[in-house]
T-cell receptor, first 113, second 113 residues
Framework: AQRVTQPEKLLSVFKGAPVELKCNYSYSGSPELFWYVQYSRQRLQLLLRHISRESIKGFTADLNKGETSFHLKKPFAQEEDSAMYYC???????????????FGQGTILTVHP | NAGVTQTPKFQVLKTGQSMTLQCAQD?????MSWYRQDPGMGLRLIHY???????DQGEVPNGYNVSRSTTEDFPLRLLSAAPSQTSVYFC????????????FGDGTRLSIL
């Protein structure tokens, strides 16, 4: 069975500082990996997916299969980045994932002015 | 498009009562899922569906029933509410194919007394 671990429940940084939210996973196949964000009083929304290799709102995440990690990074944090961040994995067996997500415990990021 | 719509937004029940959480999506997505969100545990999959008439259990299915009579609707039924089911419930949908993101509803905050 797959597992996603976010070791930090809380993370506080000052505005302009770099931020890294850690995510480690265990899965024997080729996973689909995502970062979701939940801003205060808003619904959960997709931030990044590993397949896209894109930067969204200044955030990037690289899949490291050797270390089974998918850490989320941003070089200069902004106050509006304060939110709950979830790393999530969807198993992909032979190209079929069915959309079943396994979430990490979540990390609350607070960016202080 | 409204996306994924959940009703009600809030509900208080007494132990032993039953109720149905409603979920509807207007994106013609085949896959739909129900998750519960609990502090320190992230989101956990309750039940999911890969199409009308097809449902399956997730990680924490006990005490919940689902059905999928149409593509649009995926209601979640609590058969006999227990305090352990106090949680925030999220419905999600996604299209078929690999690496597709989930679209979440606003959630239902449920308290069982």
């Amino acid at each position: 069975a797959q597992r996603v671990t976010q070791p930090e429940k809380l993370l506080s940084v000052f505005k302009g500082a770099p931020v890294e939210l850690k995510c480690n996973y265990s899965y024997s196949g080729s996973p689909e990996l995502f970062w979701y964000v939940q801003y205060s009083r808003q619904r959960l929304q997709l931030l990044l997916r590993h397949i896209s290799r894109e930067s969204i709102k200044g955030f990037t995440a690289d899949l490291n299969k050797g270390e089974t990690s998918f850490h989320l990074k941003k070089p200069f944090a902004q106050e509006e980045d304060s939110a709950m961040y979830y790393c999530a994995l969807s198993p992909n067996a032979g190209g079929t994932s069915y959309g079943k997500l396994t979430f990490g415990q979540g990390t609350i990021l607070t960016v202080h002015p | 498009n409204a996306g994924v719509t959940q009703t009600p937004k809030f509900q208080v029940l007494k132990t032993g009562q039953s109720m149905t959480l409603q979920c509807a999506q207007d994106m013609n997505h085949e896959y739909m899922s129900w998750y519960r969100q609990d502090p320190g545990m992230g989101l956990r999959l309750i039940h999911y569906s890969v199409g009308a008439g097809i449902t399956d259990q997730g990680e924490v299915p006990n005490g919940y029933n689902v059905s999928r009579s149409t593509t649009e609707d995926f209601p979640l039924r609590l058969l006999s509410a227990a305090p352990s089911q106090t949680s925030v419930y999220f419905c999600a949908s996604r299209t078929t194919g690999s690496n597709q993101p989930q679209h979440f509803g606003d959630g239902t905050r449920l308290s069982i007394l």
